[in-house]
């Protein structure tokens, strides 16, 4: 009996399985064809062949399946670089790459996190995500290399991972040909080397002046 009881429940969370994936792909497919706000539950258990009773065993509404599927993906994502904070100083190059190829592995929940649906709340909630686990990886960098910062790391996180999600964004709308790979290489150079580099123009005699809000000619190489 205890066998046959093990067996029926093993084939019951299969099955649980099955349902709740269902209903995730069918939300994440339908919000990408027709947007968060026109997409109904109705919409969403015709979609996955799912009874609505089953929808709302697993979920509150489509708000609380979205939270549900932004919160997996930003766990998945930290326990794939969280390791990488503790591999030297040059760790930061491989965080990067797991960023990228992250979102190259999971492209539709990622165009679906950086949507705008729910009012922009889940994609405000993944940058959250970045940016803490950001700091946390850029206050290692500081600690392993002996540097002295700057600019304060939470700053220095912030103002990275909201150009994470920018490059994000224009990838997977504008050049999807592109691979995960190409694009770490590329927010790697400009993490690393800066606009300045990236537009060709470092060394060509421009500083901050004392204010720090103004680009001048460097005296040293003008003259």
Known sequence: MVILYDSLMAQEDRRVRRSRQAIREA??????????????????????????????????????????????LAEDLSERYAPLASTGPVFQGAVVRVLFRHADQHRPLYRLMLSGASEGRARAAYARVIAAGVERVFAEVVRVNGGVPRVAPAVVATAWSGSHLA????????????????????????????????????GKGIVLDESGFTAQPDPAVAG
């Open 27 to 72: 939300f994440v497919s339908l919000v990408l064809e027709h947007g968060f706000d026109a997409v109904s539950v109705e919409d969403i258990v015709r979609r996955a062949d799912v009874a609505r009773a089953t929808f709302y065993a697993h979920f509150r509404d489509k708000n609380d399946l979205l939270t549900i599927i932004v919160a997996d």
């Open 167 to 202: 490059l994000l964004e224009w990838w997977l709308a504008e050049a999807p040909e592109r691979t995960g790979d190409e694009m770490a290489v590329d927010a790697m150079r400009l993490l690393i080397n800066g606009p300045v580099w990236a537009l060709g123009v470092e």
